[in-house]
Structure formats: C-alpha cells, structure tokens
C-alpha cells in the first residue's frame, strides 16, 4: 500500500473513531458543563453553550451540604466490599473442590450451580426479598442487618465459582503432592499452597465483583427504606425528586458520584480494556 | 495421586457457597413458581390458592402485550445494532494506529459509570428544551417529547441501552479478533480486497462464535432492563416504556399483587432459560469444560 492510501485510511479510522469516543462521553460532558453554571445563566440557553459563562462551583458547594454524598458513598464502599470479599472466599473455598476432589454429588454440584446462571435476579427478587425480611436482614433491624441484606444475595455468584475453578484446574497436581508430602493438611494446602498460585483469578473477580456491587441498583432500591442507608446510585436517583427542577444541583451530585468510579477504572484499566478478561462484566 | 483429603473435606468447602445460594436462590426460584399459583389481589396477608388465575389474568390483560411489544421491540432494534456495531468499531481499533488506549477508554467508559447517572445524563439531553431538541431545531425539525411522546419514548430508552453496551461488547470483539491468522489478512492485501470484502470474508467467518454469543447475552440482558426505565420513564408514558421487569417491580412492591408478579416472572424465567440453555451449550461449553 502506498503512502497517500494509508493516510487516508487512517485519517477515516481516526474520524470514525473520534466520533464514537465524543458520543461516549458527551453525555457526562454535558451535565459537567451544567453542573459549572451559575445562577446568571440559562441552562436552557439557545444555543446551549458546552463551556460556562457564568462559571461557579456553587453547585458543587450546594448539593455537598444539602445531600449526605459522603454518607451514601461509604455505604456504597462498606456494600461493595463486603461483597468482594465473601465472593473472593466463597468462590475459591467452593471453586476447589469441584477442581480437585472426587466425591458424591460433584455432579450434582456442578449442575446446580450451572443452573444458577439461567435464572436471572430479577425473576426471583420478590421471594429473594420476604426470606430477607424473615431473617430479619433490613435496615428497619438496625444499620449492620441492613448491610448484611443488601451484600448476601450477591456474596457468591457461579460466575466466581467457575473462575475460581478454572484457576485451581490449572494449576500442576505436583504442587499438592510436595505440600503433602511436607505434612500439610487439605485446609493447608487450600491456604498456604493453592490460593497464593491464583492471585491473579482472584483480582480479576474482585474487580468485576466490584464494578457490578458499585452499580447495583434494583436490590437495594428494594429492601433500602432510611435515607442514610442509601448506596450511591439509590441516593443519586433521589436527587431528582430532592431537586425536581433543579438540574444544576442534579448534574453536580451525579458527577460528584461519578468520580470515584473512574478513579477505580483508570487504575485498574489493564484489566478492563486488555481484552484478556473479555465478558467478565455481568451484561 | 492418592487421596489426601477426608471424605468430608469436600463438602465443607462447598457449604458456605451452598448455604447462600440454598437461600438466596434454590428456595426462591421455588418459591416464585409457587407463589404463581396464589391469589393476594384481594388480601396481602391471606393467600388462596388459585390455580392457573393469575397466569389467565395475564393473559386477558392488555399490559401484558404491551409489556411484550415493548421487549420486542427492545430486542429487534438494541440487539443487531449491539452484534454488528460493536464488531465494525473492533476491526477498526484492533489495528497500529496511535491513540488506541484513549479510544478504549473513553468508549468503554460508559459501562463502567452507574447507569443512574447515565440515565440521568440522558434524561437532561431529552429535556424539552433540551440540547438534542436544540439540534433538531438547527435541522428544521420540531422539537420532540423524547420522554414524554409514546411513540418516541421506547427508542429514547433503548439508545441509552445501545450507548452504554457498545464498549462492553466491543471488548468482547477485540478479544475474539486476536484469534485470527494474520496471515489471512496478508493474502488479502496481495489480492488487493478492500476492507469490506477483507472483513466479510475473513473476519466475520472466523468470529462466528462470538457474534453469535453477543447476540445471546444481548437479548438476555435486553430482557432485564429495569433501571433505565425507572429512572426516566417510570414506564410510561402510557405503558410505552414498560418492560417485563419493571412490570414485575411494579406488580410486587406497588401493588402488591404477589401472585400476579410472580405469575410474570415465572413467564420472564422461562424466556431468559431458553436463551441461557442455547448460550451455555451452544457458546460457553468451554468456559465450563462441559
């Protein structure tokens, strides 16, 4: 291919590629921009003008003291984190044995467990919800019940199970025969031996597990009824009906939600856009 | 090898997982098609049994086609543009130019950010005095109820679905694009094949599987879309944007009708089982060494 063609192939690439990326984020660019507008401005401007003229962080200001966006940002990371950690011990604990061992019923297991990612949530919240109330894990009980409701229907996940599964699967049986050999008991193999090999499984499901707690919203918009318990994407939701016309006091709060979410992705992008774990994100 | 754990180590390891999913999802994946088959429309706390009357009254309730036009409608427009689209945009990163990473970032930022916050993002778009209004206007077209017209509404909520699947689906793509020879594309070039015939005959041969496994976990999550209508729509207006999960939300914690809500999910079970069984042994066999 000479020179010219490939510039100009690469010149369509770019432009197709430029618009695509403005569009993703125009969104989220617009409600920046009319977070930043003053009081002195019209919002609702012709033509609407992307950068402020009448530029302030008054909004900013405004929301923060009027909604507790510290509060609902430390329930998003107590819900958020409880659930990583009981999929990360659930998962690995569960994941061996149906890597590992023989016994009866491992068929049995293993379908059901496969069973489980047919069903989707959404079919089975309702009775998901009245055995929560039974056990008395809603925040009417007190705050800890409350968390406890919100992290145990999601504190394990076939998807984790499999993951973890796969990782044991590959690791050489000789590992086990040397610890054993050594005098280690099965627990100690788990521990000592085995789960430092699949560090990297483990990462990935924590990741996912949490991009997937952090942006849950039908469950706790379910069980959640004091405002204090709210998770961010429950307590962003309210601010529209908090502000109902207010949308530069909306558009702060959502971005100000937004933050740490995109501090977290551009941390850990190698694991989001390596295409290595492609479809670890529940759809 | 031998072996060296006890008889009873095996379920130990897998109680904990087991005592959770028992609960959180054994008995009510029972209990749903359980309570599919009680009345609570006239007392909450007093069931009786009712047969198939739910299931009929759903049938007989002009909701409940509405419901499935929507859902329809959600999976002819969101899901060959979300097989297809994604594809075209991988092939075209999935190449030595410079930028790529920024591009991968900024496309695949959209499923990362909560889909409250896009929705609300979209909502302030579709205001009616609202910057895509505005953009009509510039083309001489009058502004429309994004919103709030029946006849639009549905779309406006299914191109937030579309916008924020691109870069997760375009991500599957790369993955299945790093499996193609190389070598294929060179005997391209040297018959000189421009990039449509390259692509068609090349790439989209070889990926297959993938296309067919987006479509799948596409329609599936299609089907549970929930927090986008709540957010913008609340389903409405006039049930134009009602789709089975909300209708479900609704029935059971608004109004309560236990056996109804029930009755509709048992419905939305069986459709999400028929395209999980096709995804999982038809697509994801190895991912489970089935």
Known sequence: MDKFSKYTKNFWIH?????????????????????LKGAGENIFAYPPAIIPKDFTWANYVGVWHKVDLMRYFINSMIVAGGTVLLNLILSSLAGYPLARMEFKGKKIAFFSILATIMVPFQAIMLPVYLITLKLHLVDTVNDTMGFIGLIMPFAVSAFG???????????????????????????????????????????????????????????????????????????VNNLQGMFSSNWRFIAAGSIISTIPIIIFFLAMQKYFISGENEGAVKG | MYKYYGKRAPYLFLLPAAVVLILFFFIPFFQTIGLSFLDYSSNIYHAGFAGLKNYIDILHNPIFYKVMFNTLLYLVVAVPI????????????????????????????????????????????????????????????????????????????????????????????????????KELYEACDIDGANFWIKHLTVTVPHIMPTIALVTTISSISAMKIFAEIYVMTKGGPLNSTKTIVYYIYEKAFENLDLGYASAMAVILLVIVMIFSLINIFCFERGKYNL
């Open chain 1, 161 to 235: 199970i499999f993951l973890m599964r796969q990782a044991f699967l590959a690791i050489p049986r000789e590992m086990e025969e040397a610890a054993i050999v050594d005098g280690c008991n099965v627990f100690q193999v788990f521990w000592k031996v085995l789960l430092p090999m699949v560090k990297p499984s483990l990462a990935v499901l924590a990741i996912f597990t949490f991009i997937g707690s952090w942006g849950e919203f039908l469950w706790p918009s379910i069980v959640l009824t004091k405002e204090a318990m709210y998770t961010l994407p429950v307590g």
């Open chain 2, 82 to 181: 979300l097989a297809i689209f994604p594809l075209f945009l991988a092939i075209l990163i999935n190449q030595k130019i410079r930028g790529i990473t920024l591009y991968k970032i900024l496309i695949y930022l959209p499923v990362i950010v909560s889909i409250v916050v896009a929705a609300i993002a979209f909502k302030w778009l579709y205001a009616e005095q609202g910057i895509l209004n505005y953009l009509l206007n510039v083309m001489h077209i009058n502004s429309i109820g994004w919103l709030t017209d029946p006849k639009y509404a549905i779309y406006s909520v299914i191109i937030v679905t579309i916008w924020k699947g691109i870069g997760y689906y375009m991500m599957i793509y790369l993955a299945a694009l790093m499996s193609v020879p």
């Open chain 1, 15 to 35: 432009l197709i590629l430029i618009i695509v990326s403005v569009i993703s984020i125009f969104p989220f660019l617009w409600l920046l921009s009319t977070s």
